[in-house]
């Protein structure tokens, strides 16, 4: 063979071992990703030939398929779509899967090894194929008033039972109907995604993303609880403990003077009950109790709540909320009243409320109950879990008297969260930043023997958390006491 023959010969050779390298990639190596590629419609189409299982909620389906007459053999639909869309999401042969359809995909799609066996079973019966289901934890009672309560605002609700970290309610506005995504009509489907797409720069949320999950915002004063309970925790001080409440604190090494809301005084001595400073929302009393705790006190307590700590699944992906850098005093000092670098997800806020309320255990929030074969066998549980135990029993008690002051005392800032016959416990907070404030509120009741655990956040909602949050916790924990028999 002469020379150009052969290095013809060799090119030739090289090309088909590339050709087969890459082939190899795509199928094996790569398989997987592309699979779950969002853009991939392919695997989607071959989906719509297989009944989806359904996600249900208090034994009635929120997500189902029904047979078609069209290419597609499955429609996916959703009863009470804007209700339920925070948690399922959608299942579109157009956008994709968000929400529950995706984080439950394989079970839904009958493709999780948990169905092996009724896959195989279908092979030899000749049964056609079909998903399994997913049983949620959420209350109906409690979605319905979280999401009532957050019309026509930005915000969250995020209710939780303590005791095992169930979800009780998963709201998020603005929402969307996810029946409109998940159509076969392409162009109405591309028209509706326009009409609640926000304009670029217009500052408005998208409806598909998850506030109470995929969102951080400045936490405000609910921060001042877990610097109540890292005071508590060090064993030197007690709900009596008195401390220092100044009308103006200027911050250590700055010549900036932190004042209170309104530039109110939190007492006429210049100081108070730690108690009490919890009560009124001291911002005075907590940033200097917060320098005299040292950032490591702080900082090892905001962990042992989850903040800063790494990402996780409940099984919808939940973003870690962070505490920031503290590099002085007065840093640590505005870190201590939830400002400068404090972002927590309403979610995490519940969390907080959470500890407290079950005697200072933290269970893993978590929002599917069971896995369920097509004929309804359950062939999976969820187990509750604990994450961590940031503070003894004894302290959540001190730190739940002086969240029930917060809401029963006739001067504290979440009256507006009681319950008549029921003792409440809480703690606002009104969160500054670019726009009008953020408010937030969190609570639980009882607070002798707690039943569910809640956040609310307004995104720029103006006034205060005690005004605007509190008002909508009260409804979503009365909403599910009532359906528990023990709203009083």
């Known amino acids: 063979m002469n020379a150009p023959l052969r290095k013809v010969a060799i090119s030739v050779l090289v090309l088909f071992t ?58 996916r639909q959703y009863a009470n779509g804007p209700l339920y869309a925070p948690v399922t999401g959608y299942y579109s042969v157009l956008f994709g899967k968000r929400g ?15 169905l092996a066996l009724r896959r195989l079973g279908d092979v030899f019966t000749g049964r056609d194929p079909s998903g399994g289901n997913v049983e949620l934890t959420v209350d109906p009672a409690t979605q319905q ?41 392409p162009d109405a489907m591309r028209a509706y995604s326009d009409s609640i797409t926000p304009a ?21 004063s609910i921060f001042k609880v877990v610097v109540s309970a890292a005071a508590l925790a060090s064993g030197d001080y007690t709900p009596e403990t008195v401390i220092p409440a100044p009308q103006d604190y200027v911050l250590p090494g700055t010549s900036t003077d932190l004042e209170n809301f309104g530039g109110e005084a939190c007492s006429p001595s210049g100081e ?11 911002n005075t009393a907590f940033a200097q109790l917060g320098i005299d705790l040292g950032e490591d006190a702080v900082r090892e307590m905001a962990e042992g709540f989850g903040i800063d700590g790494e990402p996780f699944d409940m099984p919808l992906p939940v973003e870690s909320s962070t505490l920031g850098d503290i590099e002085s005093d007065a840093a640590l000092g505005q870190t201590s009243i939830g400002q400068r670098d404090v972002a927590l997800t309403p979610l995490q806020a519940a ?18 109950d069971s896995i369920q074969a097509p004929d309804l066998t359950v062939i999976d549980q969820t187990d509750p879990e604990e994450m961590s135990q940031p503070f003894s029993s004894d302290v959540a008690g001190q730190l739940t ?39 937030w509120f969190i609570g639980f009741a009882p607070a002798e023997d707690p039943k569910i655990a809640v956040a609310v956040f307004i995104k720029n909602g103006g006034g205060t958390g005690g005004d605007t949050s509190a008002p909508i916790a009260k409804a979503v924990m009365q909403a599910y006491l009532d359906g528990t028999g023990a709203g009083g």
């Open 145 to 185: 008033a979280a999401m009532d309560g957050l019309a026509g605002v930005t915000g969250a609700v995020v209710a939780l039972d303590p005791s095992s970290g169930a979800v009780l309610a998963l709201a998020s506005t603005p929402t969307y109907d996810p029946n409109q995504l998940s159509s076969h009509d």
């Open 272 to 282: 108070q009950p730690l108690i009490d400073a919890l009560t009124i929302s001291c």
């Open 401 to 439: 008297e002086m969240m029930t002051s917060v809401v029963q005392s006739s001067n504290g800032t979440g009256r507006r969260a009681r319950i008549d016959g029921v003792t409440v416990a809480g703690k606002t907070g009104t969160a500054e930043n670019a726009g009008p404030d953020h408010n």
């Open 18 to 75: 590339l050709l087969i390298v890459n082939v190899n990639i795509i199928q094996v190596v790569r398989a997987d990703s592309l699979r779950e590629n969002p853009r991939n419609t392919r695997v989607l189409t071959e989906e719509y030939d297989r009944e989806r299982g359904a996600i249900v909620v208090a034994g009635n389906e929120i997500a189902s398929s029904s047979e078609t007459t069209d290419a597609l053999t499955y429609l």
């Open 100 to 114: 529950l359809e995706d984080a439950e995909n394989s079970v839904l799609a009958g493709t999780d090894p948990r």
């Open 200 to 220: 670029d720069g217009s500052g408005d949320a998208d409806p598909t993303v998850n506030q109470a999950t995929s969102e951080r915002y400045p936490a405000g």
């Open 351 to 368: 969390m907080i409320a959470s500890a407290v309320a079950n005697d200072g255990s933290l269970m893993k929030p978590y929002l599917v």
